[in-house]
């Protein structure tokens, strides 16, 4: 599972600036099945910053575990922007972590259309800024990949541990 690896590898970069920042992660995975909790926890000491993974595979899970709302699922589908959106809002709160991130799409190698192809997936990232600071926000991002479904939820997991970097090294937005 390292063949869309750096070195060092994303998921030791993410735990050096969480902990830096004394900042959290949840995260919230569809199609990455758990794949980013994996890899996260595959760092010595991870339990610094690393507080939950959640697998919401369908629609019910979705909706009971991170409020996902029924108009958003029925309104856009499951791989959808304001799905991630509200998946990456729902386990950053659930879990009080300083950062949500959320996976969901289409891993294959059925399931796609002209309009979703298979490896779409959109990734949501969510930050809690400090209470009456109007600092919080939740981004959404849509990207495709190709390959096989493991070299596609790999490469999804890695791009959504490179978008939180990105975010957990800013440190004021």
């Given at each position: ?13 993410i735990g050096d600036a969480l902990r ?57 589908g499951a791989v959808s922007a304001p799905v991630a959106e509200q ?87």
């Amino acid at each position: 599972m390292r063949e869309y690896a750096d070195d060092p590898p994303i998921e030791q970069r993410i735990g050096d600036a969480l902990r830096e920042r004394d900042a959290t992660v949840a995260v919230a995975e569809s199609c990455t099945g758990g794949l980013i909790g994996s890899l996260l926890t595959d760092v010595p000491g991870s339990s610094d910053y690393f507080d939950r993974s959640v697998v919401t595979y369908s629609y019910d899970a979705k909706l009971t575990e991170l409020a996902v709302s029924r108009e958003s699922l029925d309104g856009h589908g499951a791989v959808s922007a304001p799905v991630a959106e509200q998946m990456a809002a729902g386990v950053r709160d659930t879990a009080g972590a300083t950062f949500g991130l959320s996976t969901t799409g289409i891993a294959g190698p059925e399931g796609g259309s002209e309009e979703k192809p298979v490896g779409t997936v959109f990734i949501g990232r969510a930050y809690a800024a400090d209470w009456g600071t109007g600092g919080s926000y939740t981004e959404v991002s849509r990207h495709v990949f190709d390959g096989s479904r493991t070299e596609i939820k790999e490469q999804i997991a890695r791009k959504a541990l490179e978008l939180l970097l990105s975010d957990a090294d800013l440190s004021d937005r």
